[in-house]
């Protein structure tokens, strides 16, 4: 074996290597880019989107400085206008190459799932059935995938309406429009919509899920940070779908025993609602301007307008 052969050998391993290191270290740096996780789920996405982001730098800086060495050492000389060498197939060189990528491809999807069955946020089969044709059954997370995973589980009921967002707690028989949590306990949403398709989506806890017109779909996930986070509209749901907010609550049980014990001594209200007072601004104008747009539901009765 020549000088020149060890010298190609030796750059190839040392470059492997610091691809690799730069790789995962990006791959690291991916948590920070990312809000905090206030939900045991978001721990395993967060894991999940850190070896993607490691993946895909190991591609792309593997393939960029192949680039950039071939540019820098395999240039042709000056003044040479010579065809290269004729270099015939090679059916091993397709074969790797078409292995690796499927090898990937199955990679991802396996982690993905898994990741996905862990969380146990699908909906009851019924829901499953319709994006699933082999019937998959709900999973539901075991106590050790998620930490404080006890019971019992509090249930809330969520409805979902051009423009606002109503939560209902049966446990005391209240309603508000904001959505309160206790930390370190397994919450199940009962998710409906009264009109067309939302999307329950919170950043911080990386979950979402659509919400389906005329189904009742019942979601999962346990809050682990104090804290308030925001609950928007994924889903592009009429005129008014970005005013479709609210603020998420999550704090210790015995405060949300207080909050739930402080709001079922209130007498229900009107809740303001942005999506309302601006339609009412609209139609109030002399000159109208637009297109007609879809009256919002009228502003939902609360104990705590929040």
């Known amino acids: 074996m020549n000088i020149q052969k060890i010298l190609n050998i030796l750059t190839l391993l040392t470059g492997a290597i610091a691809v690799t290191v730069i790789s995962l270290w990006i791959g690291k740096q991916s948590y920070s880019w990312l809000p905090p996780q206030a939900a045991a789920e978001s721990v395993l996405i967060d894991d999940l989107i850190s070896f993607l982001v ?23 000389v000056k003044d040479d206008f010579t065809d290269g060498p004729a270099i015939e197939g090679n059916i091993t060189l397709e074969v790797v190459w078409t292995a690796i990528p499927i090898f990937l491809v199955l990679w991802i999807a396996s982690y993905s799932y898994q990741v996905y069955e862990k969380m146990g946020i ?158 009412a601004q609209t139609s109030n104008q002399s000159v109208q301007t637009g297109w007609v747009t879809v009256p919002p539901a009228a502003p939902p009765l609360v104990n705590s307008p929040g």
């Open 122 to 279: 699908q909906g009851p089969s019924e829901i499953v059935h319709l994006h699933n044709p082999l019937g998959m059954e709900s999973a539901y997370a075991e106590a050790k995938d998620a930490p404080a995973l006890g019971e019992p589980v509090e249930k809330i009921d969520v409805l979902a309406k051009q423009w606002a967002w109503v939560f209902h707690y049966p446990e005391r028989d209240v309603t508000s429009t904001e959505l309160h949590l206790p930390s370190d306990r397994r919450i199940r949403l009962a998710l409906k919509s009264q009109d067309v398709l939302h999307g329950f989506y919170i950043p911080a806890f990386r979950l979402k899920q659509d919400i389906i017109p005329n189904h009742a779909i019942d979601f999962e996930f346990t809050p682990i940070r104090p804290g308030k986070y925001s609950l928007t509209d994924s889903q592009y749901s009429g005129t008014y779908f970005a005013t479709m907010q609210a603020n998420v609550i999550v704090e210790s049980p015995e405060d949300y025993q207080q909050w739930l014990a402080k709001i079922a001594t209130q007498k229900p209200s009107p809740a303001k609602n942005q999506a309302a007072s601006e339609y």
């Open 54 to 76: 490691t993946l895909g730098a190991f591609i792309f800086l593997g393939v960029t400085s192949t680039l950039m060495y071939s540019v820098i050492f395999h240039r042709a």
